[in-house]
């Protein structure tokens, strides 16, 4: 047997305690968000790509949604969102040992954008009449701020380590093209990058000028 040594996971209750509440609470949670019309049936399969059957099952509580499906109901969901969230800051829920800087939180989102790149496509879908063609596309009139957000931080780091466009935010971060834009249009009106070469093969530069504060 192996030693009763080290820290203990919580006695699993409620919706963690087994797959039949599971099941129960899930079919609760997309019943009260969608109800269970035909309606509703097509739109959690547009959602989450599941067949018909496989849907009746979670609205009836046969079964819950397993891995993929589930992702793809917390990304979709905002019902199903929130009772993650829930989760994550209940009681059962293992506390972070330390606070999470923002390099980490740029690390996990460069591997999230990874993963998103290894399964075909970008972390959100880019119009393709809308490409990053340089700096003329960037937001105009945008005013100078003393403070940057997280997003634009991270740019900047990228920008120093080589090459890094909107199209890199909007993977990594998963916001639109105009908000990765209206970042990169804050940066440049703050003197702290320039755009050096042609529309479409230029890059952005350091000026070498400070980097203000961190926005909280």
Known sequence: MLPNTG????????VLGGRETYAQTIAELLRKEHGDSRRAIKQ???QTDASERTVKHWLS???GPDT????????SSPVIRAFVLGLLEGPAAIPLTGPVDRISLARAREAYAAGEAAGGGPATSARKNDPERGPERDPINVPD???INERQHWFLDRVAAGRCHAKEIVSVWAVSL?????DIAVLKAAGLICYVGSPRKGQYRLTGRRRPLLAR
């Open 7 to 14: 820290r203990k996971f919580p006695l699993w209750t409620g």
């Open 68 to 75: 993929v499906y589930f992702l793809r109901l917390v990304v």
């Open 61 to 63: 509580g046969q079964h």
């Open 44 to 46: 959690l399969m547009r």
């Open 145 to 147: 701020r003393t403070e």
């Open 178 to 182: 105009k908000t990765a834009r209206r």
